[in-house]
Nanobody, 126 residues
Framework: QVQLVESGGGLVQAGGSLRLSCAAS???????MGWFRQAPGKEREFVAS????????IYADSVKGRFTVSRDNAKATVDLQMNSLQPADTAVYYC????????????????????WGQGTQVTVSP
């Protein structure tokens, strides 16, 4: 079972940027990877995902054009560059590994992912 550890969260003012990183260990880094977030009192929601090669990326409409997901397979890391942050982006951000059989049509569903990190807090002040 792969272990995922997120880092890079913090407090930033609206309009600012943060870069989250997720380091994978204990398994082959050969699957789709995803980023989700969960705000207080809300369900966990999809943010972005990236294919095993990095050639295909998918974004939630709410972050499209502001966030960029990337991966480095040699280092077994997946990053999320977040620009033009807004207070609505405040949440705990989670990195997740896609299941071996990943149904692309359901990329936004948490059940498509079988390993999760512990999360990193991102807080955007007005």
């Amino acid at each position: 079972q792969v272990q995922l550890v997120e880092s890079g969260g913090g407090l930033v003012q609206a309009g600012g940027s943060l870069r989250l990183s997720c380091a994978a260990s204990g398994g082959a880094f050969t699957r789709w990877m995803g980023w989700f977030r969960q705000a207080p009192g809300k369900e966990r929601e999809f943010v972005a995902s990236i294919s095993r090669s990095g050639g295909t990326t998918i974004y939630a409409d709410s972050v499209k054009g502001r966030f960029t997901v990337s991966r480095d397979n040699a280092k077994a890391t997946v990053d999320l560059q977040m620009n033009s942050l807004q207070p609505a982006d405040t949440a705990v951000y989670y990195c997740a590994q896609g299941r071996p059989i990943y149904t692309l049509a359901y990329y936004y569903q948490t059940n498509q992912y079988d390993s999760w990190g512990q999360g990193t807090q991102v807080t955007v002040s007005p």
